[in-house]
């Protein structure tokens, strides 16, 4: 099965985070063994984005940065005066810039089409890790499912 490296860092950094304490011992090696080309595919991108963040930043950003982590800080109800001003708006238009130019530098990678490994986690692990994980979505268990175990219906 095809897939994108976008998606595989979103899966790994999913997995990464879960817990497993309703799995047998047997479950979790099967689990991990199923999360490691994954991890290799998701810290090539991830080393991608860092690179991309750290050589796009503008200069002087350290300010506007500063300013939305106030604006974000702040109560809901100042935030309608704060946003109206004119160095909250250029702050604001400076870090949608660049989260753009971002996106843009990484888009062709993050498209990528890479083979999933294959599956190697069954369906009754699977429903346990989702019973250690009642947090999860359906569309975040259903990203787990398709690549760990294989399957897209």
Do not use: H
Not at 14 to 27: S, V, Y
Not at 33 to 40: N, Y
Not at 59 to 82: C, Q, S, T, Y
């Amino acid at each position: 099965m095809k897939t994108t490296t976008a998606r595989i860092a979103e899966t790994y950094a999913l997995l990464d985070r879960a817990k497993c304490d309703r799995m047998e011992t047997a479950e979790r090696v099967a689990f991990v063994r199923g999360m490691q080309p994954l991890r290799k595919i998701a810290e090539e991108f991830e080393q991608t984005r860092r690179d991309a963040v750290k050589r796009l930043r503008p200069e002087g950003f350290d300010k506007a940065e500063k300013l939305i982590a106030d604006f974000n800080a702040m109560p809901a109800e100042e935030r309608g005066v704060a946003v109206a001003s004119a160095e909250m708006q250029a702050a604001l238009k400076a870090n949608a810039e660049y989260v753009a130019a971002v996106n843009d530098c990484i888009a062709d990678e993050a498209e990528r089409e890479v083979e999933s490994p294959q599956g190697t986690v069954s369906e009754e692990t699977f429903g346990r890790l989702m019973e250690s994980n009642p947090e999860w979505t359906i569309g975040q268990a259903m990203l787990v499912r398709d690549l760990l175990c294989n399957q897209e219906d």
